[in-house]
Protein backbone atom coordinates (compact mmCIF):
# COMPACT_ATOMS: atom_id res chain seq x y z
CA UNK A 1 0.00 0.00 0.00
CA UNK A 2 1.11 3.41 -1.16
CA UNK A 3 1.44 6.04 1.78
CA UNK A 4 -1.81 7.97 1.06
CA UNK A 5 -3.64 4.59 0.82
CA UNK A 6 -2.57 3.99 4.49
CA UNK A 7 -3.68 7.42 5.56
CA UNK A 8 -7.01 6.73 3.75
CA UNK A 9 -7.40 3.42 5.75
CA UNK A 10 -6.12 5.03 9.49
CA UNK A 11 -8.75 8.20 8.56
CA UNK A 12 -11.52 5.88 7.87
CA UNK A 13 -10.57 3.45 10.76
CA UNK A 14 -10.87 6.12 13.07
CA UNK A 15 -14.24 7.71 11.63
CA UNK A 16 -15.64 4.27 12.04
CA UNK A 17 -14.24 4.37 16.07
CA UNK A 18 -15.76 7.75 16.34
CA UNK A 19 -19.03 6.38 14.29
CA UNK A 20 -19.63 3.20 17.07
CA UNK A 21 -18.39 4.90 20.39
CA UNK A 22 -20.08 8.79 20.22
CA UNK A 23 -17.15 11.35 19.05
CA UNK A 24 -13.81 12.37 19.15
CA UNK A 25 -14.02 13.51 22.90
CA UNK A 26 -16.00 10.35 24.09
CA UNK A 27 -12.96 8.42 22.25
CA UNK A 28 -10.21 9.99 23.64
CA UNK A 29 -11.64 10.27 26.80
CA UNK A 30 -9.00 8.80 29.48
CA UNK A 31 -6.53 6.88 26.76
CA UNK A 32 -3.29 7.73 25.77
CA UNK A 33 -0.37 8.31 27.43
CA UNK A 34 -1.88 10.57 30.21
CA UNK A 35 -5.20 8.75 32.35
CA UNK A 36 -6.74 9.97 35.00
CA UNK A 37 -6.75 6.74 37.47
CA UNK A 38 -9.40 8.02 39.72
CA UNK A 39 -12.21 8.41 36.58
CA UNK A 40 -11.17 4.54 35.58
CA UNK A 41 -11.88 3.10 38.99
CA UNK A 42 -15.24 5.04 39.33
CA UNK A 43 -16.39 3.99 36.18
CA UNK A 44 -15.29 -0.06 36.71
CA UNK A 45 -16.61 -0.22 40.10
CA UNK A 46 -20.04 -1.99 40.39
CA UNK A 47 -21.78 -0.79 43.18
CA UNK A 48 -25.26 0.47 42.62
CA UNK A 49 -24.65 4.04 44.83
CA UNK A 50 -21.15 5.42 43.68
CA UNK A 51 -20.26 8.96 44.72
CA UNK A 52 -17.06 11.17 43.91
CA UNK A 53 -16.22 13.46 46.53
CA UNK A 54 -13.81 16.30 44.70
CA UNK A 55 -11.98 19.60 45.02
CA UNK A 56 -13.06 22.08 41.73
CA UNK A 57 -11.03 21.09 38.77
CA UNK A 58 -10.60 17.24 39.86
CA UNK A 59 -12.18 15.87 36.71
CA UNK A 60 -15.34 15.09 39.19
CA UNK A 61 -17.40 16.58 36.78
CA UNK A 62 -15.98 14.85 33.72
CA UNK A 63 -16.25 11.54 34.72
CA UNK A 64 -20.13 12.00 35.49
CA UNK A 65 -20.76 13.02 32.45
CA UNK A 66 -19.56 10.42 30.67
CA UNK A 67 -21.00 8.04 32.31
CA UNK A 68 -24.34 9.68 31.79
CA UNK A 69 -23.46 9.25 28.06
CA UNK A 70 -21.69 5.61 28.16
CA UNK A 71 -25.08 4.38 30.16
CA UNK A 72 -27.45 6.29 27.47
CA UNK A 73 -26.00 5.09 24.20
CA UNK A 74 -25.45 1.33 26.00
CA UNK A 75 -21.78 1.44 24.88
CA UNK A 76 -20.02 1.79 28.14
CA UNK A 77 -16.86 -0.27 28.21
CA UNK A 78 -17.42 -1.92 32.17
CA UNK A 79 -21.02 -2.63 32.39
CA UNK A 80 -23.17 -5.03 30.24
CA UNK A 81 -25.68 -3.08 29.03
CA UNK A 82 -28.42 -4.75 26.86
CA UNK A 83 -31.22 -2.43 26.15
CA UNK A 84 -32.45 1.42 26.30
CA UNK A 85 -32.16 3.68 29.22
CA UNK A 86 -34.11 5.97 31.37
CA UNK A 87 -32.58 8.57 33.34
CA UNK A 88 -31.97 12.20 35.52
CA UNK A 89 -29.16 14.42 35.65
CA UNK A 90 -29.45 16.16 38.82
CA UNK A 91 -28.14 20.13 39.38
CA UNK A 92 -28.74 22.25 42.00
CA UNK A 93 -30.18 24.94 39.90
CA UNK A 94 -31.43 25.40 36.07
CA UNK A 95 -28.53 27.75 35.95
CA UNK A 96 -26.23 25.49 36.90
CA UNK A 97 -27.54 23.07 34.53
CA UNK A 98 -27.21 24.86 31.47
CA UNK A 99 -23.35 25.94 32.37
CA UNK A 100 -21.92 22.49 33.78
CA UNK A 101 -24.11 19.30 33.76
CA UNK A 102 -25.53 20.21 30.56
CA UNK A 103 -22.87 21.25 28.33
CA UNK A 104 -20.63 18.67 29.42
CA UNK A 105 -22.73 16.08 28.43
CA UNK A 106 -23.47 17.57 25.14
CA UNK A 107 -19.38 17.80 24.34
CA UNK A 108 -19.50 13.88 24.63
CA UNK A 109 -22.37 13.51 23.02
CA UNK A 110 -22.15 13.27 18.74
CA UNK A 111 -24.79 15.37 16.91
CA UNK A 112 -25.66 12.12 14.56
CA UNK A 113 -26.69 9.66 17.87
CA UNK A 114 -29.21 12.60 19.20
CA UNK A 115 -32.63 11.51 18.16
CA UNK A 116 -34.70 14.84 19.42
CA UNK A 117 -33.65 17.60 22.04
CA UNK A 118 -37.35 18.85 24.07
CA UNK A 119 -36.11 22.64 25.35
CA UNK A 120 -37.90 23.71 28.83
CA UNK A 121 -36.33 27.06 27.43
CA UNK A 122 -34.66 28.65 24.52
CA UNK A 123 -34.18 27.28 20.96
CA UNK A 124 -33.80 23.77 19.80
CA UNK A 125 -31.13 24.76 17.13
CA UNK A 126 -29.09 26.15 19.62
CA UNK A 127 -29.59 24.13 22.49
CA UNK A 128 -26.11 24.88 23.99
CA UNK A 129 -27.28 28.55 25.38
CA UNK A 130 -31.06 27.30 26.35
CA UNK A 131 -32.10 24.73 29.04
CA UNK A 132 -32.96 21.05 28.17
CA UNK A 133 -35.95 19.43 29.16
CA UNK A 134 -34.99 15.76 27.71
CA UNK A 135 -32.43 14.59 25.49
CA UNK A 136 -33.67 11.29 23.37
CA UNK A 137 -30.30 9.76 22.44
CA UNK A 138 -30.26 6.73 20.01
CA UNK A 139 -29.10 3.91 21.75
CA UNK A 140 -26.65 1.07 20.12
CA UNK A 141 -29.01 -1.75 21.15
CA UNK A 142 -31.56 -0.42 19.14
CA UNK A 143 -34.41 1.46 20.44
CA UNK A 144 -34.10 5.51 22.24
CA UNK A 145 -32.78 6.15 25.79
CA UNK A 146 -33.78 9.61 27.53
CA UNK A 147 -31.34 11.50 29.92
CA UNK A 148 -33.62 14.08 31.52
CA UNK A 149 -32.59 17.24 33.30
CA UNK A 150 -33.75 18.82 36.50
CA UNK A 151 -32.92 20.79 39.36
CA UNK A 152 -33.26 20.92 42.81
CA UNK A 153 -34.89 24.34 42.76
CA UNK A 154 -37.96 22.92 41.10
CA UNK A 155 -38.65 20.91 44.73
CA UNK A 156 -39.53 17.49 45.69
CA UNK A 157 -43.04 17.38 44.31
CA UNK A 158 -41.42 17.51 40.29
CA UNK A 159 -39.01 14.31 41.24
CA UNK A 160 -42.14 11.90 41.70
CA UNK A 161 -43.76 9.24 39.12
CA UNK A 162 -41.11 7.82 36.87
CA UNK A 163 -39.18 4.69 36.88
CA UNK A 164 -35.79 5.38 35.73
CA UNK A 165 -32.29 3.16 35.17
CA UNK A 166 -29.84 5.76 36.43
CA UNK A 167 -29.71 9.39 37.97
CA UNK A 168 -26.63 11.38 38.01
CA UNK A 169 -26.40 13.81 41.11
CA UNK A 170 -24.26 16.94 40.07
CA UNK A 171 -23.11 18.41 43.35
CA UNK A 172 -24.71 17.72 46.36
CA UNK A 173 -29.11 17.80 46.62
CA UNK A 174 -30.98 18.31 49.42
CA UNK A 175 -32.11 15.17 51.17
CA UNK A 176 -35.53 14.66 50.30
CA UNK A 177 -34.58 14.79 46.49
CA UNK A 178 -31.62 12.21 47.03
CA UNK A 179 -34.45 9.74 48.67
CA UNK A 180 -37.21 10.50 46.47
CA UNK A 181 -34.41 9.89 43.17
CA UNK A 182 -33.82 6.43 45.11
CA UNK A 183 -37.44 5.70 44.86
CA UNK A 184 -37.25 6.27 41.17
CA UNK A 185 -34.57 3.16 40.63
CA UNK A 186 -35.91 0.88 42.71
CA UNK A 187 -38.41 -0.69 40.38
CA UNK A 188 -35.42 -1.24 37.72
CA UNK A 189 -32.72 -1.87 40.08
CA UNK A 190 -31.26 1.00 38.75
CA UNK A 191 -28.20 2.68 39.77
CA UNK A 192 -27.42 6.37 41.53
CA UNK A 193 -24.32 8.24 41.03
CA UNK A 194 -23.16 12.07 42.36
CA UNK A 195 -19.60 13.90 41.71
CA UNK A 196 -19.36 16.51 44.56
CA UNK A 197 -17.29 19.29 46.06
CA UNK A 198 -18.31 19.08 49.73
CA UNK A 199 -18.63 22.36 50.75
CA UNK A 200 -21.95 22.29 53.03
CA UNK A 201 -20.61 20.66 55.86
CA UNK A 202 -21.19 17.34 57.75
CA UNK A 203 -24.55 17.07 56.12
CA UNK A 204 -26.92 14.12 55.26
CA UNK A 205 -24.14 12.62 52.30
CA UNK A 206 -21.40 12.89 55.58
CA UNK A 207 -23.71 10.35 57.57
CA UNK A 208 -25.17 7.97 54.68
CA UNK A 209 -22.52 7.99 51.87
CA UNK A 210 -18.87 8.87 53.63
CA UNK A 211 -19.21 7.71 56.99
CA UNK A 212 -22.11 4.77 55.54
CA UNK A 213 -23.72 4.77 59.06
CA UNK A 214 -26.41 1.94 58.17
CA UNK A 215 -23.60 0.21 56.70
CA UNK A 216 -25.35 -0.24 53.22
CA UNK A 217 -23.43 -2.61 50.96
CA UNK A 218 -24.54 -0.63 47.75
CA UNK A 219 -22.91 2.30 49.04
CA UNK A 220 -19.23 3.52 47.82
CA UNK A 221 -17.32 6.33 47.17
CA UNK A 222 -14.12 7.79 45.95
CA UNK A 223 -12.02 11.13 46.52
CA UNK A 224 -10.19 13.41 43.84
CA UNK A 225 -7.74 16.04 45.08
CA UNK A 226 -6.30 18.44 42.44
CA UNK A 227 -2.72 16.47 41.83
CA UNK A 228 -5.31 12.98 40.95
CA UNK A 229 -5.80 15.13 37.69
CA UNK A 230 -3.23 14.48 35.37
CA UNK A 231 -4.27 18.06 33.17
CA UNK A 232 -4.01 20.23 36.00
CA UNK A 233 -0.59 22.50 36.04
CA UNK A 234 1.13 21.83 38.96
CA UNK A 235 2.77 25.04 39.61
CA UNK A 236 -0.84 26.54 39.16
CA UNK A 237 -1.81 24.05 41.89
CA UNK A 238 0.96 25.18 44.35
CA UNK A 239 -0.33 28.98 43.53
CA UNK A 240 -3.86 28.16 44.74
CA UNK A 241 -3.34 25.77 47.66
CA UNK A 242 -1.60 29.30 49.01
CA UNK A 243 -4.10 31.39 48.82
CA UNK A 244 -6.96 29.26 50.74
CA UNK A 245 -7.96 28.69 54.45
CA UNK A 246 -7.96 25.86 55.95
CA UNK A 247 -11.32 24.42 55.71
CA UNK A 248 -11.62 25.74 52.28
CA UNK A 249 -8.96 23.76 51.56
CA UNK A 250 -10.38 20.72 52.41
CA UNK A 251 -13.14 20.37 50.78
CA UNK A 252 -11.63 22.97 47.33
CA UNK A 253 -8.81 20.72 46.94
CA UNK A 254 -9.13 17.76 48.49
CA UNK A 255 -12.77 16.61 48.29
CA UNK A 256 -12.99 16.42 52.40
CA UNK A 257 -15.80 17.13 54.74
CA UNK A 258 -15.36 19.94 57.26
CA UNK A 259 -16.87 20.59 60.30
CA UNK A 260 -16.34 22.52 63.38
CA UNK A 261 -12.51 22.66 64.04
CA UNK A 262 -11.38 20.22 61.45
CA UNK A 263 -10.52 16.59 61.63
CA UNK A 264 -8.74 14.92 64.32
CA UNK A 265 -6.74 12.60 61.99
CA UNK A 266 -6.70 14.70 58.53
CA UNK A 267 -3.82 12.05 57.88
CA UNK A 268 -6.35 9.17 57.87
CA UNK A 269 -6.71 8.16 54.04
CA UNK A 270 -8.91 4.73 53.48
CA UNK A 271 -6.52 4.27 49.95
CA UNK A 272 -3.79 3.95 52.14
CA UNK A 273 -4.36 3.09 55.61
CA UNK A 274 -7.30 0.18 54.98
CA UNK A 275 -6.46 -3.04 53.37
CA UNK A 276 -7.89 -6.33 52.82
CA UNK A 277 -7.84 -8.58 55.25
CA UNK A 278 -4.85 -11.50 54.43
CA UNK A 279 -3.44 -14.58 56.92
CA UNK A 280 -1.50 -12.89 59.95
CA UNK A 281 1.38 -14.96 60.90
CA UNK A 282 0.84 -15.63 64.31
CA UNK A 283 4.35 -14.54 64.84
CA UNK A 284 2.90 -11.09 64.44
CA UNK A 285 0.18 -11.39 67.23
CA UNK A 286 0.82 -8.59 69.86
CA UNK A 287 -1.97 -7.52 71.95
CA UNK A 288 -5.77 -6.62 72.28
CA UNK A 289 -7.26 -3.94 73.45
CA UNK A 290 -10.49 -3.04 74.75
CA UNK A 291 -12.89 0.20 75.61
CA UNK A 292 -15.58 -1.23 78.04
CA UNK A 293 -17.79 1.36 77.01
CA UNK A 294 -19.93 0.56 80.02
CA UNK A 295 -23.31 1.80 78.82
CA UNK A 296 -22.14 2.49 75.49
CA UNK A 297 -20.65 0.04 72.97
CA UNK A 298 -17.34 -2.29 73.79
CA UNK A 299 -14.91 -1.78 71.48
CA UNK A 300 -12.30 -4.72 71.23
CA UNK A 301 -9.86 -5.00 68.45
CA UNK A 302 -6.76 -7.24 67.80
CA UNK A 303 -3.49 -6.10 67.07
CA UNK A 304 0.06 -7.27 65.12
CA UNK A 305 2.91 -5.94 64.10
CA UNK A 306 5.70 -6.86 61.90
CA UNK A 307 9.44 -7.73 61.96
CA UNK A 308 9.53 -3.48 60.66
CA UNK A 309 7.25 -2.50 63.49
CA UNK A 310 3.81 -1.82 61.19
CA UNK A 311 0.71 -2.24 63.39
CA UNK A 312 -2.29 -3.78 62.04
CA UNK A 313 -5.72 -4.08 63.14
CA UNK A 314 -6.98 -7.41 61.96
CA UNK A 315 -10.44 -8.05 63.99
CA UNK A 316 -13.32 -6.34 65.66
CA UNK A 317 -15.73 -6.88 68.45
CA UNK A 318 -18.07 -3.47 68.92
CA UNK A 319 -21.94 -4.00 70.49
CA UNK A 320 -23.38 -1.94 72.40
CA UNK A 321 -26.48 -3.29 75.33
CA UNK A 322 -24.18 -6.69 76.21
CA UNK A 323 -23.21 -7.79 79.18
CA UNK A 324 -19.58 -8.56 80.10
CA UNK A 325 -20.33 -12.30 79.82
CA UNK A 326 -21.46 -11.87 76.45
CA UNK A 327 -18.69 -9.49 75.32
CA UNK A 328 -15.93 -11.80 76.87
CA UNK A 329 -17.48 -15.24 75.19
CA UNK A 330 -17.09 -12.89 71.24
CA UNK A 331 -13.95 -12.21 72.28
CA UNK A 332 -13.13 -15.53 73.18
CA UNK A 333 -14.78 -16.85 69.85
CA UNK A 334 -12.84 -14.21 67.87
CA UNK A 335 -9.35 -14.94 69.49
CA UNK A 336 -10.20 -18.78 68.65
CA UNK A 337 -11.21 -17.67 64.64
CA UNK A 338 -7.66 -16.45 65.11
CA UNK A 339 -5.58 -18.74 66.88
CA UNK A 340 -4.32 -15.78 68.99
CA UNK A 341 -1.92 -16.76 71.98
CA UNK A 342 -2.68 -16.70 75.33
CA UNK A 343 -0.29 -15.35 78.43
CA UNK A 344 1.74 -16.97 81.22
CA UNK A 345 -1.87 -17.23 83.55
CA UNK A 346 -3.62 -19.25 80.78
CA UNK A 347 -6.03 -16.50 80.31
CA UNK A 348 -6.27 -13.99 77.35
CA UNK A 349 -4.64 -10.87 77.98
CA UNK A 350 -5.99 -7.50 76.81
CA UNK A 351 -5.17 -3.85 77.60
CA UNK A 352 -8.52 -2.00 79.25
CA UNK A 353 -9.21 1.39 80.32
CA UNK A 354 -8.65 1.90 83.66
CA UNK A 355 -12.29 3.07 84.38
CA UNK A 356 -12.99 -0.91 84.26
CA UNK A 357 -11.67 -0.76 87.56
CA UNK A 358 -14.85 0.54 89.07
CA UNK A 359 -17.68 -0.85 90.78
CA UNK A 360 -20.81 0.42 89.14
CA UNK A 361 -24.63 0.27 90.54
CA UNK A 362 -25.62 -2.72 88.41
CA UNK A 363 -22.41 -4.85 90.36
CA UNK A 364 -20.58 -5.21 93.25
CA UNK A 365 -17.94 -6.51 91.03
CA UNK A 366 -15.94 -4.22 88.70
CA UNK A 367 -15.54 -4.96 84.41
CA UNK A 368 -11.92 -6.23 85.57
CA UNK A 369 -12.98 -8.44 87.99
CA UNK A 370 -16.06 -9.80 85.74
CA UNK A 371 -14.06 -10.10 82.94
CA UNK A 372 -10.93 -12.38 84.58
CA UNK A 373 -14.22 -14.42 85.87
CA UNK A 374 -14.57 -15.07 81.79
CA UNK A 375 -10.71 -15.94 81.61
CA UNK A 376 -10.05 -12.92 80.11
CA UNK A 377 -6.77 -11.04 81.79
CA UNK A 378 -7.33 -7.44 81.12
CA UNK A 379 -4.69 -4.65 82.16
CA UNK A 380 -6.21 -1.27 82.79
CA UNK A 381 -2.92 0.17 83.44
CA UNK A 382 -3.10 2.17 80.26
CA UNK A 383 -1.58 5.73 79.13
CA UNK A 384 -5.09 7.89 78.72
CA UNK A 385 -2.91 10.94 78.40
CA UNK A 386 -5.28 12.40 75.21
CA UNK A 387 -3.22 15.02 73.30
CA UNK A 388 -0.08 12.62 73.51
CA UNK A 389 -2.08 10.09 72.34
CA UNK A 390 -3.24 11.94 69.45
CA UNK A 391 -0.04 12.97 68.45
CA UNK A 392 1.29 9.29 68.80
CA UNK A 393 -1.69 7.72 66.56
CA UNK A 394 -0.81 10.38 63.80
CA UNK A 395 2.64 9.27 63.64
CA UNK A 396 1.35 5.95 62.82
CA UNK A 397 -0.63 7.18 60.04
CA UNK A 398 2.45 9.39 58.89
CA UNK A 399 5.42 9.33 60.19
CA UNK A 400 7.82 11.71 59.69
CA UNK A 401 9.56 10.36 56.52
CA UNK A 402 5.97 10.20 55.22
CA UNK A 403 6.03 6.82 55.50
CA UNK A 404 2.85 4.81 56.74
CA UNK A 405 2.88 2.62 60.04
CA UNK A 406 -1.03 1.52 60.59
CA UNK A 407 -2.83 -0.77 58.71
CA UNK A 408 -6.72 -1.43 58.97
CA UNK A 409 -8.30 -4.41 57.51
CA UNK A 410 -11.24 -3.80 55.66
CA UNK A 411 -13.62 -5.73 57.80
CA UNK A 412 -12.98 -3.39 61.24
CA UNK A 413 -15.81 -1.02 60.04
CA UNK A 414 -16.21 0.64 63.21
CA UNK A 415 -12.84 1.92 63.59
CA UNK A 416 -12.94 2.81 59.89
CA UNK A 417 -15.99 5.14 60.88
CA UNK A 418 -14.76 6.87 63.93
CA UNK A 419 -11.47 7.71 62.04
CA UNK A 420 -13.32 9.17 59.55
CA UNK A 421 -15.52 11.11 61.84
CA UNK A 422 -13.39 12.81 64.52
CA UNK A 423 -13.78 16.26 65.08
CA UNK A 424 -12.16 19.05 66.28
CA UNK A 425 -15.00 21.37 68.54
CA UNK A 426 -14.31 24.61 68.72
CA UNK A 427 -12.67 24.72 71.84
CA UNK A 428 -9.43 22.52 70.55
CA UNK A 429 -10.44 19.36 72.15
CA UNK A 430 -12.17 16.11 69.95
CA UNK A 431 -16.04 15.96 69.82
CA UNK A 432 -16.68 13.09 72.17
CA UNK A 433 -19.27 11.26 70.43
CA UNK A 434 -18.40 7.77 68.78
CA UNK A 435 -14.95 7.55 69.60
CA UNK A 436 -15.05 4.42 71.95
CA UNK A 437 -12.54 2.49 69.13
CA UNK A 438 -10.60 5.35 68.55
CA UNK A 439 -9.92 5.16 72.79
CA UNK A 440 -8.46 1.78 72.55
CA UNK A 441 -6.66 2.67 69.67
CA UNK A 442 -4.81 5.14 71.61
CA UNK A 443 -4.40 2.79 74.85
CA UNK A 444 -2.99 0.21 72.28
CA UNK A 445 -0.36 2.41 70.15
CA UNK A 446 0.27 4.12 73.46
CA UNK A 447 1.96 0.72 74.90
CA UNK A 448 4.06 0.78 71.81
CA UNK A 449 7.34 2.45 70.90
CA UNK A 450 8.00 5.65 70.11
CA UNK A 451 8.80 6.27 65.88
CA UNK A 452 12.35 7.16 65.80
CA UNK A 453 12.31 11.24 64.61
CA UNK A 454 13.75 11.65 60.94
CA UNK A 455 16.08 14.01 61.39
CA UNK A 456 16.08 16.76 58.22
CA UNK A 457 19.50 16.59 56.19
CA UNK A 458 21.06 19.73 56.66
CA UNK A 459 21.79 22.08 53.13
CA UNK A 460 25.25 23.51 52.69
CA UNK A 461 24.09 26.90 53.63
CA UNK A 462 22.75 25.81 56.79
CA UNK A 463 26.18 23.69 57.95
CA UNK A 464 28.15 26.68 56.80
CA UNK A 465 25.84 28.77 58.90
CA UNK A 466 25.95 26.57 62.15
CA UNK A 467 29.72 26.71 61.57
CA UNK A 468 29.75 30.59 61.95
CA UNK A 469 27.84 30.57 64.88
CA UNK A 470 30.10 28.18 66.26
CA UNK A 471 33.32 30.14 65.75
CA UNK A 472 31.34 33.30 67.12
CA UNK A 473 30.26 31.87 70.84
CA UNK A 474 34.09 30.43 70.66
CA UNK A 475 35.19 34.42 70.15
CA UNK A 476 32.81 35.78 72.76
CA UNK A 477 33.86 33.03 75.04
CA UNK A 478 37.79 33.73 74.85
CA UNK A 479 37.47 37.66 74.88
Known amino acids: MTKKE ?6 GIEREIYSRLGNKNLVSYNTGDVVHEKQVIFHKDQHKNRWVFGGNRSGKTECGAVETVWLARGNHPYKDIRSSMDGWVVSLSTQVQRDVAQKKILHYLNRDWIEDIIMASGKKSACEYGVIDTIIVKSIHGGLSRIGFKSCDQGREKFQGTSLDFVWFDEEPPLDIYTECKMRVIDKQGILYGTMTPLKGLTWVYDQIYLNNSNDPDVWYEKMEWADNPYLNK ?24 GFGGRVYGEFDENIHVIDPFDVPKEWYDNISIDPGLNNPLSCHWYAVDYDGNVYVIAEHYEAEKDIVYHANKIKEISSKLGWKVGYSGKIEALIDSAANQKTLASIKSVTELFYEQDILVNPKVNKDLFSGISKVKQYLKSGDGKTKLYIFRNCTNMIRELKSYYWSDNDVPIKTDDHCLDELRYYIMSRPDIPKVEEKKTAVQINKEKLIRRLRRNIVTR
Open 6 to 11: VEASLI
Open 235 to 258: EEIEKLTKTLAYDELESRRYGNFS
